[in-house]
C-alpha cells in the first residue's frame, strides 16, 4: 500500500516554482566544481527520527498521524519499510541511516531481539535490490533500555557491557549484510552524572577496549565500513566522554585507536558543547578526521537536543565551506537527523521538511563553492599571517627561532603595528555571497 499516495516524485523546478512538494534550489545533476551536488551533498534520511519519532516530549503526549501505526510489534517494522523505501523513492534520496532498534522491536532477550531483526534486515536487503538508495550508516541504540542507566561500553555492570558488545557484533553484521559505507557508535550514556560514585579510568580503558574489539570483528568478517564516533557534550548524562571534536580526538590517540575512527558531527551536538557547527567540522578536518555530518541545528533558546531542520543558510554555507575544503566528506554524507516540530504532525510534513533541508544545503554548496573559487577567505586569512612568511616570522615557522633570538629580535622593536580582523567586513562578504548566489547573479 502507498502511505504518501497524494505525494509524487520530488524533482527539482527552480527557484521561481510555486509547488511546495519541489527542490527550488537542490538540483541534483547541477555540477558544482565538476562534482554533481548528488555526489557532493550526499543526502540521508534518518530513520529514526522520520520514521519512528511520534512528537512525544515530557509534556505531552504523541501527535504524530503516520499510516504505519495502526499496526504493532514486526508487522509496524514491517509497515515502516514499506513507508521508507517509498519515501525514499519519492524524495530519490541516495542514502538513509538507523539504529537497530529503530527497524526492529527489542525482543525479551537478546535471541529474541536478533530474530527480529533477522527478519527486517532480509525486508531491507530485498527493497534495496530494487532502489537507489544506500545505507550511509548504521549504528546500535545502547541507551534506551533500562539496562544501560550506567552506560554500555562503560557500564560498571559486565553483564550490560557484554550484552552491548554482543548488540555491537550483531549491528557489524547487520551492517556488513545491508552495505553500509560507515558504523556510527554513538556515545549515548557513556558518560557521568557525578565523579563522587564513578571510576573514570576504568571506564575510560573499558571504552577503548570495546571499540579494539570492534575493530578486531569487523576485520574478521571483511566488513571494511568507515567506523565513525559522534561527539556529544551531555544529555542525557551530565558529562559525556565524547564531549566534542577535540576532546574525543585526544581518547582516540590516547588509545592507539585515532588511524581506525573519524567524527560524525552533528550541528546540534556542536553548539550544546559551547562551539559552532563550523568550529567542529574546522577542528576534524585539519586532523583529518571529518568523516561524515549529521545535519541539524538547535534553538538557541532551548538548552537541550532539539534536532530541528537546517534552514539556516548562513550555518549550511559556512558548514559547506568546511566540507569541500575537505575535499567533500568520502565514504560519509550529510544524514538529517532532524525532526518534524510537535505541531507539524501531517505526514507530508515530513517532505517539506527534508525539501527545506536539502534546498539549504544546496544554497550553502553553491556559496561556498564562489567563495572558495574567488579565495574571499583565503586571501584575507593569507594576509593577515604575512608576517610568517618573511623575516622573523619564518624563522618561527621553519622551527629556526629561539627564545634568545625572539628576545633578541624582540629589544630591537620599536614598534608593532597589527592588522585589523576586518570581521564585520566579512561577514557582510559571506551576506553579499549569500543573496547575489540566490538571485542568479554573478559576484
Not at 497524494?6 to 510555486?18: A, M, R, V
Not at 608576517?387 to 633570538?405: C, F, H, M, N, R
Not at 564585520?424 to 540566490?438: P, S
Amino acid at each position: 500500500m502507498a502511505y504518501f499516495p497524494d505525494i509524487k516524485k520530488i524533482e527539482f523546478e527552480g527557484q521561481k516554482s510555486t509547488n511546495p512538494f519541489a527542490f527550488r534550489y537542490y538540483n541534483p545533476k547541477e555540477l558544482v566544481n565538476g562534482k554533481t551536488m548528488e555526489e557532493l551533498l550526499r543526502f540521508s534520511v534518518a530513520y529514526w527520527h522520520t520514521f519512528n519519532a511520534d512528537g512525544t516530549d515530557p509534556f505531552g503526549a504523541s501527535t504524530m498521524v503516520r499510516g504505519w501505526d495502526r499496526f504493532d510489534g514486526l508487522d509496524r517494522s514491517k509497515a515502516r519499510v514499506e513507508a521508507a523505501f517509498e519515501m525514499f523513492d519519492k524524495l530519490n534520496a541516495p542514502f538513509f541511516a538507523f539504529h537497530d532498534v529503530d527497524i526492529a522491536p527489542e525482543g525479551s532477550t537478546l535471541k529474541e531481539t536478533n530474530q527480529n531483526l533477522d527478519v527486517i534486515v532480509a525486508m531491507i536487503k530485498d527493497y534495496m535490490k530494487t532502489s537507489n538508495t544506500k545505507l550511509l550508516w548504521n549504528t546500535v541504540n545502547a541507551f534506551t533500555n533500562p539496562r544501560y542507566l550506567h552506560g554500555a561500553a562503560t557500564s560498571r555492570n559486565a553483564d550490560v557491557y557484554a550484552y552491548a558488545a554482543a548488540s555491537v557484533k550483531k549491528g557489524l553484521e547487520v551492517g556488513k549484510e545491508l552495505g553500509a559505507e560507515n558504523y556510527v557508535f554513538w556515545g549515548g550514556r557513556e558518560g557521568y552524572e557525578t565523579l563522587l560514585n564513578t571510576n573514570m579510568k576504568l571506564e575510560l580503558d573499558n571504552l577503548a577496549r570495546f571499540y579494539h574489539m570492534a575493530i578486531d570483528y569487523a576485520k574478521e568478517i571483511g566488513f571494511d565500513a568507515q567506523f565513525l564516533i559522534e561527539p556529544k557534550p551531555k544529555e542525557p548524562t551530565t558529562h559525556q566522554y565524547d564531549t566534542d571534536v577535540a576532546t574525543s580526538l585526544a581518547f582516540l590517540q590516547k588509545y592507539d585507536l585515532a588511524d581506525h575512527f573519524k567524527f560524525n558531527i552533528e550541528a546540534n551536538h556542536a553548539t550544546l558543547a559551547g562551539h559552532t557547527f563550523e568550529h567542529e567540522l574546522r577542528v576534524a578536518r585539519e586532523n583529518g578526521m571529518l568523516g561524515s555530518v549529521d545535519a541539524n541545528q538547535g534553538n538557541t533558546l532551548l538548552g537541550w537536543d532539539t534536532d530541528e531542520f537546517p534552514t539556516d543558510l548562513y550555518s549550511t554555507t559556512l558548514a559547506m565551506y568546511e566540507i569541500l575544503k575537505n575535499d567533500g566528506l568520502g565514504k560519509g554524507g550529510l544524514n538529517f537527523d532532524s525532526k518534524v516540530r510537535r505541531t507539524s504532525f501531517d505526514a507530508e510534513d515530513l517532505f517539506h521538511a527534508h525539501i527545506a533541508g536539502m534546498d539549504a544545503f544546496a544554497i550553502g554548496l553553491k556559496v561556498a563553492n564562489k567563495l572558495i573559487e574567488d579565495k574571499v577567505l583565503d586571501n584575507f586569512i593569507d594576509d593577515s599571517y604575512s608576517s610568517y612568511t618573511q623575516g622573523i616570522g619564518l624563522e618561527i615557522v621553519e622551527g629556526k627561532a629561539s627564545l634568545q633570538s625572539l628576545e633578541k629580535y624582540a629589544l630591537e622593536l620599536t614598534e608593532i603595528k597589527n592588522k585589523s580582523g576586518r570581521t564585520e567586513r566579512l561577514k557582510a562578504v559571506i551576506n553579499q555571497y549569500l543573496v547575489e548566489t540566490m538571485a542568479g547573479v554573478t559576484v
